[in-house]
């Protein structure tokens, strides 16, 4: 069965530090897609990145960076020098390709506060 | 472009009623998803749509919820009898194609009350 941990249930951080957000995954397909949203305090989720199991490079969007290591199941989140703005509910979630039935399965996010 | 919309955004109902709660997704997405997030259990699928074939109802988590989907399009969530655990912000996202290679985008929620 197809599963997402996200151990950080809160993470509070001074602006301008580097955060990382750890996500880790389970699953028996060999093909599957991972995703990270975020979710801002006025509610919308928010796609930020999809990664598929093949593709290990790590990404950099702007101050945003993740590093997928099939080898510890995990696709962890980095912010550098966090901004309040950053301030929100980030969850990591992983979809199958199974037989094309591609609900995602979320973790139960991570709460990051960056403080002024 | 327009991105997926969802009404009402707000909805207190009284245990024991029926509530509607409706998706627009993005056009010319053929596939549209139900989720549940609530304080206690995360987000949840519910229901999945995909094109014309059958929809996947293996999240709904009693019978009393049900959904349909006209034209390819719009979509209705429709939870008969309501319990104070269906209380939660109900999400419908949308993608290109049912595949899990294409991102989901997701509407504001309706955040549901049940009193």
């Known amino acids: 069965a197809q599963k997402v941990t996200q151990a950080q249930t809160e993470i509070s951080v001074v602006e301008k530090e580097d955060v990382t957000l750890d996500c880790v995954y389970e699953?028996?397909?060999?093909?599957?897609?991972l995703f990270w949203y975020k979710q801002p305090p006025s509610g919308e989720l928010v796609f930020l990145i999809r990664r598929n199991s093949f593709d290990e490079q790590n990404e950099i969007s702007g101050r945003y960076s993740w590093n997928f290591q099939k080898s510890t199941s995990s696709f962890n989140f980095t912010i550098t020098a966090s901004q309040v703005v950053d301030s929100a509910v980030y969850f990591c979630a992983l979809s199958e390709k199974g037989s094309g039935n591609t609900p995602l399965v979320f973790g139960k996010g991570t709460r990051l506060s960056v403080i002024a | 472009g327009a991105g997926v919309s969802q009404s009402p955004s707000n909805k207190v109902t009284e245990k024991g009623k029926d509530v509607e709660l409706r998706c627009d997704p993005i056009s010319g997405h053929t596939a549209l998803y139900w989720y549940r997030q609530s304080l206690g259990q995360g987000l949840e699928f519910l229901i999945y749509?995909?094109?014309?074939?059958?929809?996947?109802k293996s999240g709904l988590p009693s019978d009393r919820f049900s959904a349909e989907r006209t034209g390819g399009s719009v979509s209705t969530l429709t939870i008969q009898r309501t319990q104070q655990e269906d209380s939660a912000v109900y999400l419908c996202?949308?993608?290109?194609?049912?595949?899990?290679?294409?991102?989901?985008?997701f509407g504001p929620g309706t955040r549901l009350t049940v009193t």
């Open positions: 996202a949308s993608s290109l194609a049912g595949t899990g290679s294409h991102e989901q985008y």
């Open positions: 749509f995909q094109g014309n074939s059958a929809p996947d």
């Open positions: 699953t028996r397909d060999t093909t599957y897609y």
